[in-house]
């Protein structure tokens, strides 16, 4: 699940990682981080954080790491869960075929993240790791069906992961 929040830390050296930590230390991602240290109200700084969790009992865990070291959240802007996506592409896949894949996939919607790892082979054959975060259990029924249907007409073999 991905999570939005404002938080108010202390003027004080040290305090921007020490808000990071919980996120960290319970297997969060952290997306995005916007300090605004120029702006000061009451003796604390603005902080937007955006990362994701697993789950909401490790969003909680974190919550109260955050009451226990004096962090004011001020609010939670978006809440909402994300579904993995993982695929293991192995043979003569051209870089073309690559972006006719993730351009299907993005275009499916509902799709947060897609990343590629892709090797090159002096042979025909090459693997590529495709994995990303949609919103919606849907997409990844879709996202399936749309790797089939390229494996058939392109001819590689396609392993989808476990994922969450």
Do not use: C
Not at 35 to 41: A, E, K, L
Not at 96 to 125: C, F, H, P
Not at 145 to 158: D, H, P, Q
């Amino acid at each position: 699940m991905r999570v939005n929040v404002d938080l108010r830390l202390k003027d004080v050296p040290g305090q921007l990682i020490g808000a990071l930590e919980p996120v960290s230390k319970n297997d969060g991602n952290i997306v995005g981080v916007v300090h605004s240290h120029d702006q000061v109200s009451a003796g604390r700084i603005g902080v937007n954080l955006t990362f994701e969790v697993s789950n909401e009992k490790t969003l909680d865990k974190i919550f109260s790491e955050w009451r226990e070291k004096g962090v004011d959240i001020l609010k939670i802007d978006q809440l909402f869960e994300t579904f993995t996506l993982e695929y293991v592409i192995v043979g003569d896949v051209s870089p073309a075929e690559m972006k006719r894949i993730t351009d299907g996939i993005q275009a499916l919607g509902d799709v947060e993240s897609i990343d590629v790892r892709y090797s090159i082979s002096s042979s025909n054959e090459r693997a590529a790791l495709i994995s990303g975060k949609v919103r919606k259990k849907e997409t990844i029924k879709l996202a399936n069906r749309f790797m089939r249907e390229r494996s058939k007409k392109a001819g590689f073999l396609i392993v989808r992961g476990f994922g969450d």
